[in-house]
């Protein structure tokens, strides 16, 4: 059974930065295009970033671009999610997530929400203004 474990949530002030990690066990994902997902206060889940399986190629929403950052250590199984500037409107559920299946190099369809079977439990992170 895949795991995926997110960790680093918090509370933070407009303009401020968090970092989050996803820890996986029971499988390893280094052959795997992970993502990063969120759900907002009103019940949407949303793409926020994917990295493929080295980590050389990565895809984010238009939406966090230039604020949010991902990367992996295929070593540790572990994969990250740093985010700046982080705004009001960031504010949700994050969670990461791993496909049963190859699904590719990150992109816009195959960084879909429907594409991911292994999710972590969410971890909350807040912004205040």
């Known amino acids: 059974q895949v795991q995926m474990v997110e960790s680093g949530g918090g509370a933070v002030q407009a303009g401020g930065s968090l970092g989050l990690s996803c820890a996986a066990s029971g499988r390893s994902n280094e052959a795997y295009t992970l993502g990063w997902f969120r759900q907002t206060p009103d019940g949407h889940y949303e793409t926020v970033a994917a990295i493929g399986p080295s980590g050389e190629r990565t895809w984010y929403p238009d939406s966090v671009k230039a604020g949010f950052s991902v990367s992996r250590d295929n070593s540790k199984n572990t994969m990250y999610l740093q985010m700046n500037n982080l705004k009001p409107e960031d504010t949700a559920v994050y969670y990461c997530?791993?496909?049963?299946?190859?699904?590719?190099?990150?992109?816009?369809?195959?960084?879909?929400?429907?594409?991911?079977?292994?999710w972590g439990q969410g971890t909350q992170v807040t912004v205040s203004s």
């Open positions: 997530a791993a496909p049963a299946y190859s699904i590719g190099e990150p992109g816009p369809y195959s960084s879909g929400v429907d594409n991911f079977s292994y």
